[in-house]
């Protein structure tokens, strides 16, 4: 497939919050809204969950969807039509399974999108991270996008970064 377009900001702007606000309103039945983007995370800004998938081909990079365990608890919630409580009762591995499903379908969602525009790519698995104090660096030699959303209230910061060209 011949490229019809270059991989700009905005290109991966625009597709990633697409596919942000599909994930959301079909698994978590929310709105997910764009508040905005900077070059890096603001100075201080941790997480207590993350989850990454990598994408390879001829577009290359890493998402990573960075959240609070509050924000991380009530997806879980959302998602498995479960109360705080019951998702509580099942243990971490729950809210580890629908992180991972939630990244992994935002991230599949982003790179289909690259794909239809002529950049063929495949995804990893996902891998979930908790603990306090988290954060994300940065990938040497890669170009990064970081966008901050909301949904239902709560904040959430996707860092993607991609391979400079």
Do not use: W
């Amino acid at each position: 497939m011949a490229v019809t377009q270059p991989i700009t900001d905005t290109l991966i702007q625009e597709t990633f919050v697409q596919a942000a606000r599909n994930v959301s309103q079909t698994m978590l039945r929310r709105e997910a809204s764009f508040v905005g983007r900077s070059i890096e995370p603001a100075p201080g800004k941790n997480y207590e969950v993350i989850g990454n998938v990598g994408f390879a081909g001829e577009a290359n990079g890493i998402v990573y969807l960075c959240f609070s365990d509050e924000f991380a608890f009530h997806a879980a919630s959302l998602l498995l039509g479960m109360s705080r409580g019951e998702v509580e009762m099942h243990g971490p591995d729950v809210v580890k399974d629908a992180i991972g499903e939630l990244t992994n379908m935002t991230a599949g969602g982003f790179k289909n999108q690259l794909c239809d525009l002529g950049f063929p790519c495949k995804l990893t698995l996902p891998t979930i991270v908790r603990g306090k104090n988290l954060s994300v660096a940065a990938i040497k030699s890669a170009h990064r996008h970081v966008f901050e959303l909301t949904c239902d209230g709560h904040t959430f910061v996707a860092d993607i970064q991609m391979k400079a060209e």
